[in-house]
Structure formats: structure tokens, C-alpha cells
């Protein structure tokens, strides 16, 4: 039996690509979920799989949104254990090309509704104890290329914050950890003229199903280990 085996946890972005199957990895070892995107469909679809399973539409960037979420895992399971902080979106464009108002709203995003499901559950995990935030940056948190600039910063944000919250926990019993996935096949690029599989020939990115089974291992660990980095790259990606 998983150690994980009726611990809670809440998910963002569940609706598709990482979330979702973080989802289905961590239901399927024996965890109790609250899930959530803005998609109702989607979290229905996704909830008919799993056991015990709480879902909750809605935009992330809602400032009362992330307290919403922990009360539901309260509220349904009476406490919760992880928080895999991964709504995000993804623009690019050239300084010429760019719409500054959709950039702004990755910043909220990316940025502003990380900060807010962080400090939210960063504060019960104070007051319970225990708990493990898992933060998701990119291969975009360490490294920037042109026209990607805006969400490389959205994501060396993270990075930052992730950093300095895992210092200001690192005497308790609290865990702070960042994944850093490199091009995973999901719905983040699908509205790319050319996608970056074929910009940067990567016949075979990452499945969502590997960084899941990643997210797993981050959160199996015993209390006295701290994974605070986890880069996973696919094989044919240079760094
Ligand atoms: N795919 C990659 O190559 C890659 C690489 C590195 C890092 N990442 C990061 O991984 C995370 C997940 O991305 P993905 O690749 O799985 O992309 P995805 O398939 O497009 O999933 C993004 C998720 O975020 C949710 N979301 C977006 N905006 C939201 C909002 N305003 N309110 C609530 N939920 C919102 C979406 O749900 P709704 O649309 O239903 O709201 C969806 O569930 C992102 O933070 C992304 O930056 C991805």
C-alpha cells in the first residue's frame, strides 16, 4: 500500500495535460482529491475515475478562489496534505507581435494565482504541522530564449518563490518543492502557429503521465527528505 494511501491533495489545472494526470497518479495511489480548472466538464469526466474525489470550477485568478479549495479538502476529507500548484498558461510572441494585455493575464496567472494557492497553503501546512506545496516551473524557470521572455519570467517567479518559501519552512516538518518539466505533449501549445516539437525537433516530448509519476516520488519521500528541485527533461531536448 502507497504511503500516500488516504492523504489529501489539492490539484490545479486538472483539467488536462500535467494536472490531469497527476490526478489519476496520485487517485490512483490511494490519495483523496479536490480538483479543479475552469472546465465543469472536464473535472466531471475526470472524477468518474477516481474513488473519493471532490472537484470545484472555477478561475484560479479569483482572489478568494485558493481558500475555497482548502475548505472543500477540510470541509470533504477533514484535512489536507499536498498542494500540486500547477494551473498555468503559456504566450510567446515577438516584442512587435506581442499583445500586452494577454501577457498581463498570464502574469496573473502564472504569477499572481501561484502566490495566492501557495501563501494559502503554506499557512495550514503551518498550522497542521505537515504538508508538501509542489510548485510547477519549466526548463523556462532556469533559461530563457527569444519571444518566450514574459513566461520565462512568470516562471523564474516561481522559481524565486518557491526557493524562498522552502528556506522559511526548512526547520519543520513543512516540504517546498519545484518541478521544472521540459516540453510535455499537452494542450499548453496547441494554439502555437508552429508547436515546439517541431520548431525544436523533439519527435518524442515527455507524456504528462512521466512528470506525474515524478510528482509521485516528490511526495512518497520520508519526512526527513526534501526534494527542493526536480528538472525532467525529454531525451532529445538540449539543455
Ligand atoms: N507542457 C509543457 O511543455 C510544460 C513544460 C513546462 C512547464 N509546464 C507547466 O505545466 C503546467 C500545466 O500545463 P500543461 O502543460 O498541463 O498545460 P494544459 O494541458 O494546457 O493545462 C493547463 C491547466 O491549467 C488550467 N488553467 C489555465 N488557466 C486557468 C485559469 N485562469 N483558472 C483555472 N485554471 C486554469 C487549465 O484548466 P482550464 O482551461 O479548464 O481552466 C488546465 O487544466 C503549467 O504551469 C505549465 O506552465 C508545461
Partial sequence: MSELQNQVAIITGATSGIGRSVARELGGAGMRLVLTGRREERLRELATDLDACETIAGD????????????????????CDAVFNNAGVMHTASIEETDIEVMA??????????????????????????????????????????????????????????EAL???????????????????????????????????????????????????FMLEQPAHVRIPVMMVLPGEQPL
Fill in 166 to 216: 522552502r528556506m522559511e519552512v526548512a526547520k519543520s516538518a513543512v516540504k517546498v518543492s519545484t518541478i521544472e518539466p521540459g516540453l510535455v505533449a499537452t494542450e499548453l501549445q496547441d494554439h502555437f502557429e508552429v508547436h515546439p516539437a517541431k520548431a525544436f525537433g523533439i519527435e518524442q516530448p515527455l507524456k504528462p503521465e512521466d512528470i506525474a509519476r515524478c510528482v509521485r
Fill in 105 to 162: 493575464r498570464m502574469v496573473r496567472i502564472n504569477v499572481e494565482a501561484m502566490v495566492r494557492v501557495a501563501y494559502t497553503a503554506l499557512k495550514h501546512f503551518r498550522t497542521q504541522g505537515s504538508g508538501h506545496l509542489v510548485n510547477v516551473s519549466s526548463i523556462l524557470g532556469t533559461k530563457v530564449r527569444p519571444t518566450a521572455g514574459v513566461y520565462a519570467a512568470t516562471k523564474y517567479a516561481v522559481e524565486a518563490l518557491s
Fill in 60 to 79: 484560479i485568478t479569483e482572489p478568494s478562489f485558493p481558500g475555497r479549495l482548502l475548505n472543500a479538502a477540510i470541509d470533504r476529507f477533514g484535512r
